[in-house]
């Protein structure tokens, strides 16, 4: 069998790592502008349907969340009708950082995708789809403190 998530697992820490270094000028590392773009992109968002997005766990989320709160990159608001509830927003400074963010992730795609055909990058694209959507089925069972049987 091949090794499939192998080749998908250097993929992504190759391209974490690229942008941990490129962003870090802009004090952004340890993979917080994932969080910064889905913030930016679903203002109002709470944390745990963050984390859930990203698919980190709560802690993970909530130690990023902070540093970009310090950072102001965003910022919390207590939601009107349940004050127990944050929402994120994305800051001033994190609105004009994150169209820089979008090139990086249009020019990382062009890089990765270069010499594949229309119809291979659609193929790709939707086989990664249902690979993900193959392992989130374990991702939630493992996340709720059960253990898988293999």
Same mark, same amino acid.
């Given at each position: 069998?091949?090794?499939? /998530?192998?080749?998908?697992?250097?993929?992504?820490? #190759?391209?974490?790592?690229?942008?941990?270094?490129?962003?870090?000028?802009?004090?952004?590392?340890?993979?917080?502008?994932?969080? /910064?773009?889905?913030?930016?992109?679903?203002?109002?968002?709470?944390?745990?349907?963050?984390?859930?997005?990203?698919?980190?766990? +709560? @802690? @993970?989320?909530?130690?990023?969340?902070?540093?970009?709160?310090?950072? %102001?990159?965003?910022?919390?608001?207590? %939601?009107?009708?349940?004050?127990?509830?944050?929402?994120?927003?994305?800051?001033?400074?994190?609105?004009?950082?994150?169209?820089?963010?979008? !090139?990086?992730?249009?020019?990382?795609?062009?890089? #990765?995708? #270069?010499?594949?055909?229309?119809?291979?990058?659609?193929?790709?694209?939707?086989?990664?789809? !249902?690979? +993900?959507?193959?392992?989130?089925?374990?991702?939630?069972?493992? +996340?709720?403190?059960?253990? +898988?049987?293999?």
């Amino acid at each position: 069998m091949k090794e499939i /998530l192998r080749e998908v697992g250097m993929i992504a820490r #190759a391209l974490d790592s690229i942008s941990n270094i490129e962003f870090k000028e802009y004090e952004l590392t340890k993979g917080q502008y994932l969080y /910064l773009v889905r913030i930016c992109e679903n203002p109002g968002i709470i944390q745990e349907k963050l984390a859930e997005m990203i698919k980190v766990d +709560r @802690t @993970t989320a909530s130690r990023a969340i902070k540093q970009l709160v310090n950072n %102001d990159f965003i910022e919390k608001k207590d %939601d009107e009708h349940n004050r127990k509830i944050n929402k994120l927003f994305p800051t001033e400074k994190g609105i004009n950082v994150y169209p820089l963010i979008r !090139r990086e992730n249009d020019y990382s795609n062009m890089v #990765a995708l #270069a010499g594949l055909t229309k119809e291979e990058v659609e193929s790709i694209s939707d086989l990664l789809q !249902r690979v +993900r959507k193959n392992i989130e089925k374990d991702w939630e069972f493992v +996340r709720k403190g059960n253990k +898988r049987n293999y």
